[in-house]
């Protein structure tokens, strides 16, 4: 299933790119600096959900 997702998404990330009319593969700061945002946004989604949660109760 893992795959599947991770197929899901690479192929969104793609469409985007293309909508955006970057090339692929992306200069390499535009990569890293995508990279730090995916690195972020997997950290800050537990992170919301554990202050939403707190709001909550």
Do not use: C, N, T
Request: aromatic fraction near 8%; avoid cysteine; charged fraction near 10%.
């Amino acid at each position: 299933m893992d795959y599947l997702i991770s197929l899901a998404i690479g192929l969104l990330v793609g469409v985007l790119y293309g909508a955006l009319d970057f090339r692929s593969p992306a200069p390499p700061a535009i990569a890293l600096v995508g990279l730090l945002g995916m690195l972020l946004g997997e950290k800050l989604w537990p992170m919301g959900r554990h202050l939403v949660s707190g709001w909550l109760s």
